[in-house]
């Protein structure tokens, strides 16, 4: 197990015990306005691609059974984190989860809001490894259709990858680094930074992992502030309109000089079009 999966093993561990909390209490008042980091309450009206992975059988209903992001690329595709089906990250074996759904048009995770759509198929690329986190891609197939949500994949050479393109990423996920899980979606924007500028950030070593620009993207703000975090994982990046990239990784939340990680979609643009079932 990687530091970043024990952090993410140890945030959902701290998420399940709020649950606990919240279902037998009043409801804990989270930094209910500063989620992802540093970002604002988002409307899933306003982004009906984003949607929450849940299992309620795993992580309970206090918050619709929420244990990742996601991102819907056509009506019965959706794109998320390989690392999001970890036995570690689910405390379970994958394979032996029956309910596993995707959760669309629901901002607050308490309410029952939009639809959970069950899913048919999960695909977690081969490739993807959870030493180096490269290639940290899962997609899945819906049994149902999400007509008119999709978000467009950016291609290799997209402007949107751009150093310096404005992009924003969504989430329910921890919004004070802390295990401070958000109830409502949240946006925050960010900037695309250069390939470079991420190698420097995080050479690799004992202390963090290695930026690796064939698989990743970065993306941040030169003082920190912004950023996604744990909980957030598989969630969309998009800058342009167009996905560029999935929450994937990062050394803390919102840290300066230690962007988000994030998969690069262009590099993978094939796997997820291949299994595009409309
Ligand atoms: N691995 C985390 C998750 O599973 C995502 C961490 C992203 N961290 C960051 N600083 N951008 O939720």
Same mark, same amino acid.
């Given at each position: 197990m990687n530091t970043f999966t024990r952090a993410l093993t140890a945030t959902l561990v701290s998420s399940l015990a709020l649950t606990a909390v919240a279902a037998v209490g009043p409801p804990v008042?989270?930094?209910?306005?500063?989620? *992802?980091?540093?970002?604002?309450?988002?409307?899933?009206?306003?982004?009906?691609? *984003?949607v929450a992975v849940g299992s309620r059988q795993l992580f309970g209903s206090a918050r619709s059974g929420q244990f990742c992001g996601a991102a819907v690329v056509s009506a019965r595709t959706v794109v998320t984190a390989a690392h999001c089906f970890d036995r570690q990250i689910l405390?379970?074996?994958p394979d032996r989860v029956r309910d596993f759904r995707v959760i669309a048009g629901r901002d607050? @995770?308490?309410?029952?809001?939009?639809?959970? *759509?069950?899913?048919?198929?999960?695909w977690v690329n081969p490739r993807y490894d959870r030493r180096t986190n490269a290639g940290d891609l899962a997609v899945l197939t819906l049994a149902k259709p999400l007509p008119?949500?999709? *978000?467009p994949l950016a291609g290799a050479g997209d402007a949107a990858y751009g150093a310096g393109q404005s992009a924003s990423v969504y989430g329910w996920g921890d919004t004070g680094g802390d295990g401070s899980y958000a109830s409502s979606l949240h946006s925050s924007r960010v900037r695309v930074l250069k390939d470079r500028e991420c190698a420097t950030a995080y050479p690799g070593g004992a202390a963090a992992g290695r930026f690796r620009a064939e698989t990743m993207v970065c993306a941040? @703000?030169?003082?920190?502030?912004?950023?996604a975090c744990q909980g957030d994982s598989g969630g969309p990046l998009v800058a342009g309109g167009k996905l560029i990239g999935l929450v994937s990784w990062g050394s803390g939340c919102g840290v300066a000089g230690q962007p988000g990680v994030y998969t690069r979609i262009s590099a993978l643009e094939k796997e997820i079009t291949g299994r595009m079932r409309d």
């Open positions: 008042a989270h930094a209910m306005d500063r989620s *992802v980091i540093g970002g604002d309450a988002a409307r899933t009206a306003d982004h009906p691609w *984003v405390g379970a074996d607050d @995770l308490r309410g029952e809001q939009g639809r959970e *759509v069950a899913v048919s198929d999960i008119g949500a999709a *978000v941040g @703000l030169p003082e920190g502030g912004r950023d």
